[in-house]
Structures are given as C-alpha cells and as structure tokens.
C-alpha cells in the first residue's frame, strides 16, 4: 500500500511540474548589441520571461534576409526588426501561404541611423555624392535601404546606393576605401566621430516623411502563431516591459554600454539623442499606405497595392 502511495504521489508531482514547466520559444534577432535589439536580453535581465512562465531560446543573425529567413524555415517562432519593405515583397509573391505574419510594430519613424565619410572626404553631404560613388545600407528592403532612397530623394542625390551587410562590415568597407559613404547604427562609429575620424553627412530623422510611418516590424511564424499562440502573447507582453524598463532603469544603459563597447556616457548620449521610446511603440503599425507607396517607387512591388491588400498579412497579438 504504502508503494502504491509513493507511487501516486510521485506521478502527481510529476504532472504538476509538467504543467508548470516554462513553455519555449526561439526568436532570432539582428545585430547583436544595439538599443531596439536588446528588448530580449533586458527581458531576460530583469526576468520578466521567468514571471511570464516562459524560456527564450535566442541568437544573433547578420540582419536582412537572414533573420526573415529564420522564420520562414521554422527554425524560430519569432524573427525581430526586420524591414517592412521586404515583409510585405515577400507576402505579394507568396500570399496567404506565406510562412509568416507581422505581429507587432518594431520601430515607427527613423531616428538611430546615420551615414558619414572618412574624415578627409571632400564629400560635405548626400547632395554632394557624385554619380557612381557608392552610398551604403544593410541589405535590400531592410530599414535602412528605405530610409537612405528617401533621404537621396530629398537630397537628389546621384550616388549609388550599395548592399553591405551590417554596420560594422560597413565601417570597414569605408575606412579603407571600398564604400565612399559608410552607414550605421548608434552608438557603432559614434567615438570616431567624436574623435574627428569620420564627419556624420546625413542623420535618418532628417528623412521627415517617414516621421510617422512603421519602417521595422516582428515577425512570427503562421505555424507558431496557430500552436504557440499564448506564449507568443506572453512574449509581446514581456517584451513591452522590457522597453518600459529600459527607459527607467540605469542598468539597461550599463548592458547596452557593455555590449557596444562603448563608455556609459556614449551609450546614454546615443539613447538620449537618437532612440525616442514613442518610436518602440509595437501595438500599430502605421502609415502603411506610404509603405505601400514606397514599395512601388522603390520597385519592391510591380504593381500599387492597398493596405486591403496585405490585411492578411497582420495578426497584432498584443496592443499596450
């Protein structure tokens, strides 16, 4: 008797601790380092997955392609920062078996990126970028190839826009003559400018159009979403506070300095001056009009499209 006691006892024990066992998810993220690509280790700092009851599997990819590509295989429930111009070129061609939908807002208006020469360019601005010099950005459709196309079109600028890959393979390519104009995120190359290394010829926020259009979304995967739906949920929600937390706790600084390799005060200068926190808002994605109309001009698309269109496309899990 005293057997089959035990012997129960150990079984509920056994399913209590599966119920309670921390469901988990896998998220890829770009760029390693930066201010918005941090939510998940400030998350994870300040245990808010923990309290959410979930575990956070998550890595680093080069950015662009890669990080939408990570979902659209599987191999992660959620991909994070990824250019809206490419999501919305992906789900024309593939429609509503597209393997992913957008669930949140990553980042509305342009504010972090800048681009700038080496210190003896004679190149003083974009409009000064003479035909066939090359102006860098991350990769087609990202964030920053949208936001370089507007900032040329203001500026009519006649250089020639280049594919680089991430900021630090961009500071290369430009400090040793490869790229004539070099792209990139703060705090990264932020000292050099300080130091008189690079001169700064054009900063993202002065691309006024997209002020308040979504140009960063967070994708999940369709599977995910229809098997993992709550902890997607959950993961949003978290998310959320670890932006909250951001703004209000100095030790996000102290991770975000640690991280880049930069001094606390490069770190807080470049928060301060270049990342807005109404610019991580997630619950909507807006302007999307615009974005369509981008699209078209930037040739993502073929034909004008409405947000009609694409309404298949979104599923915002969790509005603040």
């Given at each position: ?60 990819t080069e950015g ?26 992906a789900y024309l ?228």
């Amino acid at each position: 008797m005293r057997k089959l006691i035990l012997g129960a006892v150990a079984l509920i024990v056994a399913a209590t601790n599966s119920a309670f066992a921390a469901e988990k998810l896998k998220v890829a993220i770009p760029q390693k380092g930066f201010w918005d690509s941090s939510w998940v280790e400030f998350a994870e700092a300040a245990g808010f997955f923990k309290e959410a009851g979930l575990e956070v599997e998550f890595f680093w990819t080069e950015g662009g392609a890669q990080t939408v590509a990570t979902v659209v295989s599987g191999s992660v429930d959620i991909a994070l920062s990824n250019g809206i111009l490419a999501a919305i070129n992906a789900y024309l061609k593939g429609g509503p078996d597209t393997p992913y939908r957008i669930i949140s807002a990553q980042m509305t208006g342009a504010n972090e990126l800048f681009w700038y020469v080496k210190a003896d360019s004679p190149i003083k601005s974009l409009k000064d970028v003479p035909e066939g010099k090359t102006i860098s950005f991350s990769s087609p459709g990202s964030s920053s190839n949208l936001i370089l196309l507007t900032l040329m079109r203001q500026a009519g600028s006649k250089g020639k826009p280049l594919a680089v890959g991430g900021a630090p393979s961009s500071y290369t390519q430009t400090m040793t003559g490869q790229v004539d104009v070099g792209w990139s995120v703060v705090p990264f190359a932020l000292q050099d400018e300080l130091d008189g290394k690079i001169r700064i010829i054009a900063r993202a926020r002065e691309a006024t159009e997209l002020q308040n259009q979504t140009i960063r979304v967070n994708l999940a995967n369709l599977n995910s979403l229809k098997t993992k739906r709550e902890s997607i949920v959950k993961f949003m929600q978290a998310y959320q506070k670890a932006v909250d937390w951001a703004y209000t706790n100095p030790k996000a600084i102290e991770m975000f300095a640690a991280n880049m390799k930069v001094s606390q005060a490069i770190a807080k200068k470049a928060v301060d001056e270049f990342y807005p926190k109404s610019a991580m808002q997630i619950g909507e994605v807006r302007d999307l009009q615009r974005s369509l109309d981008d699209a078209l001009n930037y040739k993502f698309i073929a034909t004008p499209k409405t947000p009609k269109d694409i309404e298949g496309l979104f599923d915002i899990v969790y509005k603040p």
